[in-house]
């Protein structure tokens, strides 16, 4: 699936790094569920399991693990979107800072 799809439902970017690691440069609009986190809040954070979803970290590890749990959980429209900068240059947003 690539980034930007045409769908009814809006693309959420996923943040999985660690709350400091978003706070100082994190995609715009992107929301943060740290891995270490996912298992307890998946389903509070991201309660449609067929919303659309790019994950992304620092490299495309810890979004790798992240995607592939939650399409083990249910999830059906997840990608891995790789490095924060990745993501962002793939979908013309910016990035900022807490």
């Known amino acids: 699936m690539p ?3 045409p769908t009814a439902k ?3 970017i996923v ?3 660690s709350p400091g690691e978003f706070a100082a440069g994190h995609v715009a609009g992107s929301v943060n569920l740290p891995l270490d986190q996912l298992a307890l809040r998946a389903s509070t954070v991201l309660p449609d399991q067929h919303q659309p979803l790019v994950l992304c970290c620092l490299s495309g590890a810890r ?3 992240a995607a592939q749990w939650l399409k083990a959980q249910g999830y ?3 990608v891995n979107g790789g490095s924060v900068g990745t993501v962002a240059l793939q979908l013309g947003r910016r990035i ?3």
Request: hydrophobic share 40%.
């Open 15 to 17: 943040d999985v790094r």
């Open 10 to 12: 809006p693309l959420l």
């Open 96 to 98: 900022e800072a807490d």
């Open 63 to 65: 979004s790798g693990m």
């Open 76 to 78: 059906s429209q997840v």
């Open 3 to 5: 980034l930007e799809t």
